[in-house]
């Protein structure tokens, strides 16, 4: 009886050890696909996103009725750009909206202008204290005023 060892690193290999030594295995990485970030600046952007994610969805349905691997892969992608975007588009829908108060342009030019800028600042900085009272003494005894 014979027994067969594996070439040595740097040789090359012959036709009897080539046929009886097994395929090398490919490792799958079990890492899961990192989130996608969102890409849409407006909401509009984000429904045109949307639609074509849907309808790049409904044709790989179709696709994928015939079974064969390739349209089974390619569902599992646009299933998974057509999640993405309809996250993307609810996040758009139900996101909190900030109202910017629009005011009309400043006459006021030099010191009058900044000094109106310096007392604004000072107001969103520093609010006015609260009236003394028993929760009041004790949030100043907490921050160290008093």
């Known amino acids: 009886m014979t027994t067969r060892r594996a070439p040595r690193p740097g040789t090359q290999p012959t036709d009897e050890t080539a046929a009886s030594t ?8 079990a890492q899961p696909a990192p989130e996608p970030a969102p890409t849409a600046q407006s909401r509009e952007e984000a429904e045109a996103q949307y639609v074509t994610a849907r309808d790049a ?7 994928a009725n015939s079974g064969r691997p390739a349209h089974l892969a390619s569902l ?11 996250a993307e ?27 109106g800028q310096e007392l604004a600042w000072r107001r969103v ?10 929760f009041g ?3 100043n ?3 160290g005023r008093g």
């Open 141 to 143: 005894r907490l921050r």
């Open 89 to 115: 588009v609810e996040l758009w829908r139900t996101g909190a909206r900030i109202a910017i108060p629009i005011q009309p342009e400043a006459t006021h030019t030099g010191l009058e202008a900044a000094v």
């Open 22 to 29: 097994p395929p090398a295995r490919r490792r799958i990485s």
């Open 76 to 86: 599992a992608i646009a299933q998974e750009t057509f999640e993405a975007a309809s």
């Open 57 to 63: 969805w409904t044709a790989a349905m179709r696709l």
């Open 137 to 139: 003494r004790l949030r």
């Open 125 to 134: 900085l520093h609010p006015p204290e609260k009236k003394p009272g028993l």
